[in-house]
């Protein structure tokens, strides 16, 4: 059951195979990709859908910002190799965390006014910068309260918190006897699936409690940075904030203006997001140390040495479990404990980012603008639709899908660490929905295009059918008449000679081709090398000159028909890289000339020297070569049926073969039950051609008779239809391998390929070729027996003999001035194109 599953699996991924030379039309891709681009990005809007009693509202932006907390999960991890890593923490903060041990000390929250001064001395005799006090402190908390206000009244390095009003709440007021100028709010900026990825650093002036527009975290980095004589500035007219150098500052910075770009509703992978007064991109440090924390009591009881607290931004704040002051990050999904991240720590992380940007010339987050991210999302849409269209085999599709996703992720996160944000998620699915529509599309056409090759084959087999009709009919009847005249005997009957000399070729013919010299003659006509003198460099290609036997209308009408069905046939077939190209077809005055690719090389019959065997893993090689080629053309439901050496050239440039004269393809007529393909005219090569194909019923498994043949002589050294006389009396079957040194696997093979019987063989060349691959080249030459020619040498080989097609051979013969005996007897052939004469 599994290997028939796995057959099947074969077969069905063989038939979205593309040879790697078919030309490529971008207007599909264009096409998908603009269509689905734009989808993407009304999709990155959001879409809402209405169903009765449910409504979706569709938008990326969750995926997006998931993207986002990953990369700064990654980012930390790239930069410091562990999230805890003490190598980020910023020296120039220092944290007081109130812990739930300190509150036990305490046995109060909050903590009295009476120890909140006494904490507030102790740092401040130590000089710090500035110290943020992110506690509430709106009201008094006995005992003590008139020290702390007398505290907060001399105080010029004290910053307090208050919190904005909201719809339901009036807000926290800050301490009364603060100035205004040390009041900041602690309000953060929550995305709606709970986490903070936004800082903001002004805000609107709102009635209730707390007025000021100044953010907390704004507040300290500010005032640190006017100990270095850096000074905050808005830029006109835009309003940009940015700092700068001091004109009076004493200890006055060499830096340059450093701005802080206001945060666009379409930043990043926000879509449409409220960005209500200055907000910016907040880029974590790490995940909790961002700068050195020390404990309430530790600071109570003088155990915090000086210079950890001197020139310093000192936060005050809890990271008690008990007191609800904590918030998701984008580190919160990767932690198994501690979820969230205390507010004065994500204070810090906001003064952090905002004195390392300009001290340090850390880089701040930026993102493109609207136009340059739907170009980019654009540009992998092309990607992902050209890598589809040149692909097409599901598994290369799959693993070099996994590949490109895997480039895109790289490259985000590579930008992400210079402070980029570049939308990951839209690209990739602009990719994969590209590739799979034009994957579609690529079915469809390709369903198409192989019906149209039916339909051209079978009209083709149809046209020769009629051609043989009409040619005898017409003879008969001419017989017949007793008052036939001589010249309508010469119109009708009299067939036409090929030209017997290059003056004779048409002229409007001449005026583009230039031949060169004659390559083969038969009844048809010629077969020339020739120029074309259009093109650049007047490349070398073959030109066939083909005409009918009749010239009467009704004929040249029907011959017509015939040549131009071959042309569309020849036209598909070579997309292939290893089949010639037809280059253009011309019909000039009742004669049809067909102007091939001109494939440089030998022949392979040039190779296969009588009693020279060859080595097993060079048969391979040829087997390799040439089965892809038949499983195309199966797949395009055509049999070559005159498979043979000299149908097959080297070509010089890169060794590989190519598979020429498609002069006698055959539609492939599907069986229905028990009944037979409908019988055909007979074509092909003795020796090469199997039974079924001799009595006009040929089938795929022909052609790979026909490969084993020649794969079995390249082994043995002796003609195959010398080798007919070694087949068994009772099966049929050849017996050859006493004949040749090969090793069990490739003979078990080549013996199911040339079995007496079709449906014995091999169905399919795909089956052909994964066998092929399963043989283990490195063990070929062990356990081989030498070949017995015991009473076999008497066989003597014979040249090639074929049974003449119904069709032109349109052979590629040798360029060299050697001639065969199939040469010699072609030029000896009746020069007429008689359909009847050529049938078996």
């Given at each position: 059951?599994?290997?028939?599953?796995?057959?099947?699996l074969?077969?069905l991924?063989?038939?979205?195979?593309?040879p790697?030379s078919?030309?490529?039309?971008?207007?599909?891709?264009?096409?998908?990709?603009?269509?689905?681009?734009?989808?993407?990005?009304?999709?990155r809007?959001?879409?809402?859908?209405?169903?009765?009693?449910?409504?979706?509202?569709?938008?990326?932006?969750?995926?997006?910002?998931?993207?986002?907390?990953?990369?700064?999960?990654?980012?930390?991890?790239?930069?410091?190799?562990?999230?805890?890593?003490?190598?980020?923490?910023?020296?120039?903060?220092?944290?007081?965390?109130?812990?739930?041990?300190?509150?036990?000390?305490?046995?109060?929250?909050?903590?009295?006014?009476?120890?909140?001064?006494?904490?507030?001395?102790k740092?401040?005799?130590?000089?710090?910068?500035?110290?943020?006090?992110?506690?509430?402190?709106?009201?008094?908390?006995?005992?003590?309260?008139?020290?702390?206000?007398?505290?907060?009244?001399?105080?010029?390095?004290?910053?307090?918190?208050?919190?904005?009003?909201?719809?339901?709440?009036?807000?926290?007021?800050?301490?009364?006897?603060?100035?205004?100028?040390?009041v900041?709010?602690?309000?953060?900026?929550?995305d709606?699936?709970?986490?903070?990825?936004?800082?903001?650093?002004?805000?609107?002036?709102?009635?209730?409690?707390?007025?000021?527009?100044?953010?907390?975290?704004?507040?300290?980095?500010?005032?640190?940075?006017?100990?270095?004589?850096?000074?905050?500035?808005?830029?006109?007219?835009?309003?940009?904030?940015?700092?700068?150098?001091?004109?009076?500052?004493?200890?006055?910075?060499?830096?340059?203006?450093?701005?802080?770009?206001?945060?666009?509703?379409?930043?990043?992978?926000?879509?449409?997001?409220?960005?209500?007064?200055?907000?910016?991109?907040?880029?974590?440090?790490?995940?909790?140390?961002?700068?050195?924390?020390?404990?309430?009591?530790?600071?109570?009881?003088?155990?915090?040495?000086?210079?950890?607290?001197?020139?310093?931004?000192?936060?005050?704040?809890?990271?008690?479990?008990?007191?609800?002051?904590?918030?998701?990050?984008?580190?919160?999904?990767?932690?198994?404990?501690?979820?969230?991240?205390?507010?004065?720590?994500?204070?810090?992380?906001?003064?952090?980012?905002?004195?390392?940007?300009?001290?340090?010339?850390?880089?701040?987050?930026?993102?493109?603008?609207?136009?340059?991210?739907?170009?980019?999302?654009?540009?992998?849409a092309?990607?992902?639709?050209?890598?589809?269209?040149?692909?097409?085999?599901?598994?290369?599709?799959?693993?070099?899908?996994?590949?490109?996703?895997?480039?895109?992720s790289?490259?985000?996160?590579?930008?992400?660490?210079?402070?980029?944000?570049?939308?990951?998620?839209?690209?990739?699915?602009?990719?994969?929905?590209?590739?799979?529509?034009?994957?579609?599309?690529?079915?469809?056409?390709?369903?198409?295009?192989?019906?149209?090759?039916?339909?051209?084959?079978?009209?083709?087999?149809?046209?020769?059918?009629?051609?043989?009709?009409?040619?005898?009919?017409?003879?008969?009847?001419?017989?017949?008449?007793?008052?036939?005249?001589?010249?309508?005997?010469?119109?009708?009957?009299?067939?036409?000679?090929?030209?017997?000399?290059?003056?004779?070729?048409?002229?409007?013919?001449?005026?583009?081709?230039?031949?060169?010299?004659?390559?083969?003659?038969?009844?048809?006509?010629?077969t020339?090398?020739?120029?074309?003198?259009?093109?650049?460099?007047?490349?070398?290609?073959?030109?066939?000159?083909?005409?009918?036997?009749?010239?009467?209308?009704?004929?040249?009408?029907?011959?017509?028909?015939?040549?131009?069905?071959?042309?569309?046939?020849?036209?598909?077939?070579?997309?292939?890289?290893?089949i010639?190209?037809?280059?253009d077809?011309?019909?000039?005055?009742?004669?049809?000339?067909?102007?091939?690719?001109?494939?440089?090389?030998?022949?392979?019959?040039e190779?296969?020297?009588?009693?020279?065997?060859?080595?097993?893993?060079?048969?391979?090689?040829?087997?390799?070569?040439?089965?892809?080629?038949?499983?195309?053309?199966?797949?395009?439901?055509?049999?070559?049926?005159?498979?043979?050496?000299?149908?097959?050239?080297?070509?010089?440039?890169?060794?590989?073969?190519?598979?020429?004269?498609?002069?006698?393809?055959?539609?492939?007529?599907?069986?229905?039950?028990?009944?037979?393909?409908?019988?055909?005219?007979?074509?092909?090569?003795?020796?090469?051609?199997?039974?079924?194909?001799?009595?006009?019923?040929?089938?795929?498994?022909?052609?790979?008779?026909?490969l084993?043949?020649?794969?079995?002589?390249?082994?043995?050294?002796i003609?195959?239809?010398?080798?007919?006389?070694?087949?068994?009396?009772?099966t049929?079957?050849?017996?050859?391998?006493?004949?040749?040194?090969?090793?069990?696997?490739?003979a078990?093979?080549?013996?199911?390929?040339?079995?007496?019987?079709?449906?014995?063989?091999?169905q399919?060349?795909?089956?052909?070729?994964?066998?092929?691959?399963?043989?283990?080249?490195?063990?070929?030459?062990?356990?081989?027996?030498?070949?017995?020619?015991?009473?076999?040498?008497?066989?003597?080989?014979?040249t090639?003999?074929?049974?003449?097609?119904?069709?032109?051979?349109?052979?590629?013969?040798?360029?060299?001035?050697?001639?065969?005996?199939?040469?010699?007897?072609?030029d000896?052939?009746?020069?007429?194109?008689?359909?009847?004469?050529?049938?078996?």
């Amino acid at each position: 059951m599994l290997a028939k599953f796995s057959g099947k699996l074969r077969h069905l991924l063989s038939h979205w195979q593309r040879p790697n030379s078919s030309p490529i039309t971008y207007k599909p891709v264009i096409l998908a990709s603009v269509g689905v681009t734009a989808l993407i990005l009304g999709l990155r809007q959001g879409v809402t859908l209405s169903i009765p009693g449910l409504r979706l509202a569709l938008k990326m932006e969750p995926l997006e910002l998931g993207t986002y907390d990953q990369f700064v999960r990654f980012a930390t991890r790239e930069t410091n190799g562990k999230s805890h890593s003490a190598k980020k923490t910023d020296s120039r903060l220092l944290v007081v965390a109130v812990t739930e041990q300190d509150i036990q000390n305490l046995r109060q929250w909050p903590i009295p006014d009476g120890k909140m001064a006494e904490l507030l001395t102790k740092l401040e005799k130590h000089r710090p910068r500035v110290i943020g006090l992110d506690i509430y402190r709106d009201l008094p908390v006995p005992p003590g309260h008139d020290r702390l206000v007398k505290y907060l009244e001399k105080s010029d390095r004290l910053v307090a918190i208050c919190k904005q009003s909201e719809l339901n709440s009036p807000g926290v007021a800050p301490p009364k006897a603060l100035s205004p100028k040390q009041v900041g709010f602690n309000d953060l900026i929550i995305d709606p699936d709970g986490v903070i990825r936004r800082a903001l650093l002004f805000a609107i002036k709102k009635q209730g409690k707390c007025t000021t527009s100044s953010a907390f975290s704004y507040q300290l980095a500010s005032r640190y940075l006017t100990f270095a004589g850096i000074e905050s500035f808005k830029e006109n007219p835009s309003g940009t904030l940015g700092f700068r150098n001091s004109k009076t500052g004493e200890n006055s910075a060499k830096i340059k203006p450093v701005l802080f770009p206001r945060l666009d509703s379409n930043a990043g992978g926000y879509q449409g997001a409220d960005v209500g007064g200055y907000q910016i991109i907040l880029k974590y440090n790490s995940a909790e140390n961002v700068a050195r924390q020390v404990t309430l009591t530790q600071v109570l009881n003088d155990r915090v040495p000086g210079e950890w607290i001197r020139d310093r931004v000192v936060l005050i704040g809890t990271i008690a479990a008990s007191i609800d002051d904590a918030f998701y990050t984008p580190y919160s999904a990767a932690q198994t404990q501690q979820h969230k991240m205390p507010g004065v720590l994500v204070h810090a992380q906001i003064v952090n980012q905002i004195i390392s940007a300009v001290l340090d010339n850390r880089t701040l987050p930026w993102y493109w603008p609207d136009w340059a991210e739907a170009l980019w999302i654009w540009s992998w849409a092309i990607i992902g639709g050209v890598g589809a269209w040149k692909l097409r085999h599901p598994l290369l599709l799959g693993v070099s899908g996994i590949a490109a996703f895997g480039v895109l992720s790289s490259v985000c996160f590579c930008v992400w660490l210079y402070s980029g944000w570049v939308p990951l998620v839209p690209a990739a699915l602009s990719m994969v929905t590209t590739g799979g529509t034009v994957v579609v599309i690529a079915a469809y056409r390709m369903q198409q295009e192989r019906e149209k090759m039916l339909n051209w084959v079978k009209e083709r087999e149809e046209t020769i059918e009629l051609l043989s009709t009409m040619y005898k009919g017409n003879i008969a009847t001419n017989l017949q008449k007793p008052d036939i005249t001589e010249s309508e005997t010469t119109e009708a009957t009299t067939p036409l000679c090929p030209p017997k000399s290059l003056s004779e070729i048409s002229p409007q013919f001449s005026n583009r081709y230039e031949i060169i010299k004659v390559l083969g003659q038969g009844g048809f006509g010629r077969t020339y090398l020739a120029k074309d003198l259009q093109l650049p460099d007047s490349p070398i290609c073959v030109v066939k000159h083909l005409m009918p036997a009749r010239r009467d209308s009704k004929f040249l009408e029907v011959a017509r028909r015939l040549f131009q069905t071959e042309a569309r046939i020849l036209e598909v077939l070579g997309q292939h890289e290893q089949i010639p190209t037809l280059l253009d077809y011309i019909e000039k005055e009742g004669e049809f000339y067909l102007v091939e690719e001109y494939v440089e090389g030998e022949p392979l019959s040039e190779e296969l020297y009588v009693d020279r065997r060859w080595q097993e893993t060079k048969a391979i090689d040829l087997l390799e070569n040439i089965l892809p080629i038949l499983n195309f053309i199966h797949q395009h439901h055509v049999i070559h049926r005159d498979l043979k050496p000299g149908n097959i050239i080297r070509r010089s440039s890169d060794g590989k073969l190519v598979l020429i004269d498609f002069g006698a393809v055959k539609q492939m007529l599907p069986t229905e039950g028990g009944k037979t393909e409908s019988q055909t005219v007979a074509i092909g090569t003795r020796g090469y051609a199997p039974p079924e194909q001799l009595v006009g019923h040929p089938r795929p498994a022909s052609d790979l008779y026909a490969l084993g043949m020649i794969g079995i002589q390249a082994l043995t050294g002796i003609q195959p239809h010398d080798l007919v006389l070694q087949q068994d009396l009772e099966t049929g079957n050849l017996n050859w391998r006493h004949l040749a040194k090969t090793s069990n696997e490739l003979a078990a093979i080549l013996d199911r390929m040339v079995q007496y019987h079709f449906s014995d063989r091999y169905q399919s060349a795909l089956a052909v070729l994964t066998d092929i691959q399963k043989i283990d080249r490195h063990n070929l030459n062990q356990s081989i027996e030498e070949p017995d020619f015991e009473e076999k040498t008497a066989i003597l080989p014979t040249t090639e003999y074929d049974t003449t097609s119904v069709m032109p051979s349109w052979n590629h013969f040798p360029v060299n001035n050697q001639s065969t005996k199939a040469e010699e007897q072609l030029d000896n052939a009746s020069t007429q194109f008689d359909p009847e004469t050529y049938k078996s």
